[in-house]
């Protein structure tokens, strides 16, 4: 039943190819412009064939092609054939994108530098892959059965499994690329979460307050956000009192602290970070993909 509901999650359609196929090129890209030519091990099969490369001078490639075989055999019994079709996809054309980009010049010869913008090209490249519940094959199948059946976020899980990559190359590599590498990695992982969930962070505000209908009234006044009441009961003196909770965009905080503490100055305000929100004033619906 796990694995039909999975199934079902993985359809592929035009718009999943096209970000298969551009997300590819862009990762492809920046291994051949910033990650290889600098030993830059961003983890996973590509960071592995940048080790060979180094070793055997073995084509990065075939090394990615050869190690995805087994995995797309994993893939195919724990994700699903419709997950298995889109990772044979990403599996195929991001070493296919990487051979025939190989004359690509290094685009800097400093480590930081490729390891900073080589992981946001990266990042990038696998957000748009990963937007189709898709995968450039390799550790990244690993990546997405941690995310799928543990809930880790996706730049979290590529993290793990990368970062043992990363632990192997120190057996290859000094400990400065090494280090440079982690950077790289950091980057791609929080590029990654960026490009799923956005730019767009938003607040969620909780306040408790003396005048809760003045309060929620100078919120619509302010920032014409909805809020919603909730019946709490205080610690201190067991009295029933009102909580408020309104989700503002990060650009209207200021204007809702002002509008609270305009009302009640001793108002008991809680900011947390909403990194993404789904309804009218955010957005309408969710996501879903394009069949």
């Known amino acids: ?26 990762a492809a890209l920046s291994f051949n412009a910033f990650l290889l030519p600098n030993l ?12 060979t490369k180094s070793v055997f001078s073995w084509d990065p490639s075939i090394v990615q092609l050869a190690f995805n075989i087994p995995l797309l055999l994993i893939c195919f019994i724990f994700l699903g054939k419709e997950a298995g079709y889109k990772t044979i996809l990403g ?92 950077i790289s990695l950091f980057v791609i992982s929080r590029t990654i979460d960026v490009v799923q969930v956005g730019f767009n962070h938003s607040k969620t505000v ?10 929620k009234q100078a919120i619509f006044n302010t920032v014409n956000r909805g809020v919603t009441n909730w019946g ?28 609270v503490l305009d009302v009640d100055e001793n108002a008991f305000v809680v900011v947390m970070s909403a990194s993404e929100v789904w309804g009218r004033g955010f957005t309408l619906a969710k996501e879903k993909t394009i069949i």
Request: net charge neutral.
């Open 91 to 182: 599996s195929l054309i991001l070493p296919a994108f990487i051979g025939m980009l190989d004359f690509v010049k290094p685009w800097t010869n400093t480590p930081l530098l490729a390891a900073l913008f080589g992981g946001i090209l990266t990042g990038i490249g696998l957000g748009i892959v990963f937007r189709a519940k898709a995968s450039t094959g390799g550790t990244s199948i690993i990546a997405q059965m941690i995310h799928e059946y543990i809930k880790l976020p996706l730049g979290m899980s590529v993290a793990l499994i990368d970062g043992l990559v990363i632990v192997c190359a120190l057996l290859v590599f000094d400990g400065e690329v090494v280090m440079y590498s982690i």
């Open 40 to 51: 830059i091990i961003s983890g996973g099969i590509s960071g592995v064939s940048t080790i």
């Open 232 to 259: 709490i009961k205080g610690g201190y003196g067991n009295s029933d009192k009102q909580m408020l909770m309104c989700v503002v965009a990060e650009q209207e905080f200021t204007f809702l602290k002002d509008a």
């Open 206 to 215: 909780m306040i408790i307050s003396e005048y809760p209908s003045e309060v």
């Open 1 to 26: 039943m796990k694995k039909k509901l999975l199934s079902n999650k993985y359809t592929l359609g035009v718009i999943d190819i096209l970000y298969i196929v551009v997300g590819s090129f862009i």
